[in-house]
């Protein structure tokens, strides 16, 4: 494994939104959600796809917080624009399970 410095660390901008808004991607290569996640302040809203559906529905996602990387550049996914990196972690069948704080905090917080 490469080490990477302190500074590398933070030039990743990792943030906690709300999910305001999630719906079906059946457009997807594989099967995702389409998400709209508030972080709130200057950040506001932004949009992300997720191959998540192994154990989340999109109603099941509605004020869920999620953490996300804020500062990579968007990228097309399929006819949607996915403008942040919702972040999660394989299960033993390699299904996405999301990260996200054990209590709630402000939105926006940022990973220190």
């Known amino acids: 494994m490469a080490e990477i410095s302190f500074d ?3 030039k990743v901008d990792i943030r ?7 719906e079906p991607y059946p457009e997807a290569r594989k099967p995702a ?6 972080f709130g302040g200057e950040l506001g809203v932004r949009k992300s796809s997720a191959q998540i559906t192994a154990h989340y529905t999109p109603e099941a996602l509605i004020g869920k917080q999620v953490m ?35 209590g709630e905090v402000p939105k926006g917080g940022r990973v220190h």
Request: glycine share 8%; no cysteine.
């Open 33 to 38: 959600i389409k998400l709209w996640i508030d």
């Open 68 to 102: 996300a990387v804020v500062n990579f550049p968007p990228r097309q996914i399929g006819r949607f624009m996915s403008e942040v990196l919702v972040l999660g972690l394989p299960d033993e069948d390699k299904e996405i399970v999301l990260i996200g704080p054990d």
């Open 16 to 22: 906690v939104g709300e999910v305001i808004r999630a």
């Open 8 to 10: 590398d660390f933070q």
